[in-house]
């Protein structure tokens, strides 16, 4: 129990951002995360919201499988789970900023707006700026073709699947479906045989579709003025350390479909392995509205009030980025909805884009190798104050179901441009790390 509430051990490497399914999270190994949990139970139930799933796991001294048996068994009642409710912007309420965003976590300085079990609702442009690591443009398209990019989408979601992966050792599968579009043929072919997720190569790779690449440049243009104003508002007027001078250029995009309200993502940061460090995405969300919650990663015995989460409503056609301090020092999901406005287009599904930058410089070819001779997976120190928001590689081939991985582990470095910098031996060179 003392351990699970702290969240202290862990097989090996320090402790580290989790994940709930997708190829595009990062790994299931961290076997002692309460969010990896939390993740599995709410697969498995998909009607019960993750407070009362965090209620009944701690009832059940941390276990999983007697949280999921007592709730099969119908002893756990369930609680609603919040919907999207109007609100006005918090600047009419006299609200001010948090402070910038110079550290990963809040100063003892900052204004917290939100309180650990409760959740601010967000809605307005400048609220989300000023108070998330976010921004959000509403409107983003013309409508029209943010009508037909939603019609092309929907159909190509009816051959979606759900995403199947290992929480310890049980294979579950993802309470939505998606799949990956890329540029080219040969970028297809390098995705399925050169690049793995979860420590195994993925099949469903597809060629961008023509709208989806029709708006392509209209979200990198419009993500790379929002990184532009986001450094001049929030970072001083100065790049985070190992953020990329190099323009935003997107190359990859995963489209997620959601069809009713239940289906959800868990709490998760994206997989930065690809993309680096300071990743930046570009997230465009078509159909029904649905809600993204944040929340800071904070070590422990931090001041439990910044636990606090903050929903953002994302309407139709509104393109949310994360920015550069995201991934590494908040999570996200997009949680169940006891309600949700069918869309005169989408009915009961919602489709979401995210654009994202594949460098080159992370290619498997140059990042480390485990001793399963599997190219590494890039992970930021979360739960751990000692080593806190450092990058480290490490193996996870132990995600596949069946499969053991190993205990392979390296601190990352990069250069000032978070490019990797080559240590020893790379994935060019198998088995030799
Ligand atoms: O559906 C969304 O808005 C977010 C999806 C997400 O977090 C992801 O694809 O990593
Ligand atoms: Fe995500």
Not at 38 to 47: E, T
Not at 114 to 140: M, Q, V, W
Not at 261 to 285: C, E, F, K, M
Not at 342 to 370: K, L, Q, S, W
Request: charged share 25%; net charge neutral.
């Amino acid at each position: 129990m003392e351990a699970f509430i702290t969240r202290k051990k862990r097989k090996s490497g320090p402790e580290t951002n989790d994940v709930p399914s997708p190829i595009l999270a990062t790994g299931g190994e961290d076997d002692e995360s309460t969010d990896l949990k939390l993740a599995m139970l709410s697969s498995l139930h998909v009607d019960f919201d993750q407070e009362t799933l965090l209620d009944l796991l701690l009832a059940h001294d941390g276990s999983v499988q007697a949280t999921s048996q007592a709730i099969r068994a119908g002893h756990a009642a369930k609680k609603s789970t919040s919907s999207v409710t109007a609100q006005a912007s918090l600047r009419s309420f006299g609200v001010t900023a948090t402070s910038s965003e110079e550290s990963h976590r809040p100063t003892k300085k900052s204004k917290l707006l939100s309180r650990k079990g409760a959740t601010l609702h967000l809605y307005d442009p400048h609220d989300i700026a000023e108070h998330t690591p976010c921004s959000i443009i509403h409107n983003f398209l013309p409508p029209d073709e943010a009508n037909e990019l939603l019609v092309e989408l929907l159909e190509e979601s009816k051959t979606f699947e759900k995403i199947t992966f290992k929480l310890f050792d049980n294979v579950v599968s993802s309470p939505h479906t998606s799949s990956f579009y890329v540029g080219s043929l040969d970028e297809i072919n390098a995705q399925k045989y050169e690049y793995t997720y979860n420590g195994s190569k993925i099949t469903d790779v597809r060629k961008i579709t023509p709208y989806l690449d029709l708006v392509k440049p209209r979200v990198a243009e419009a993500v790379n003025r929002e990184i532009t104003r986001r450094i001049d508002t929030h970072q001083a007027g100065q790049r985070l350390p190992l953020q990329s001078a190099r323009p935003w250029t997107p190359n990859a995009a995963f489209v997620n479909c959601y069809n009713g309200p239940s289906q959800n993502v868990g709490w998760h940061s994206d997989q930065l392995t690809y993309l680096g460090p300071r990743a930046i995405i570009g997230s465009l969300s078509l159909g029904v509205a649905r809600e993204f919650r944040v929340r800071r990663v904070l070590p422990p015995d931090e001041d439990e009030d910044a636990q606090g989460q903050i929903a953002i409503h994302l309407p139709h056609n509104s393109l949310l980025v994360m920015h550069a301090e995201m991934q590494e020092a908040w999570k996200h999901c997009v949680v169940p909805a006891a309600s949700i406005e069918p869309h005169p287009i989408a009915g009961n599904r919602r489709i979401n884009v995210t654009y994202r930058d594949y460098r080159a410089e992370f290619h498997p070819r140059h990042t480390p190798r485990c001793g399963c001779d599997v190219p590494c997976v890039l992970r930021v120190v979360q739960r751990k104050r000692e080593n806190f928001g450092k990058y480290f590689w490490m193996c996870h081939a132990g995600n596949v179901p069946g499969k053991e991985g190993c205990t392979f582990f390296q601190w990352a470095e990069f250069d000032e441009e978070g490019r990797p910098v080559r240590r020893g031996k790379m994935a060019t060179e198998p088995g030799t790390t």
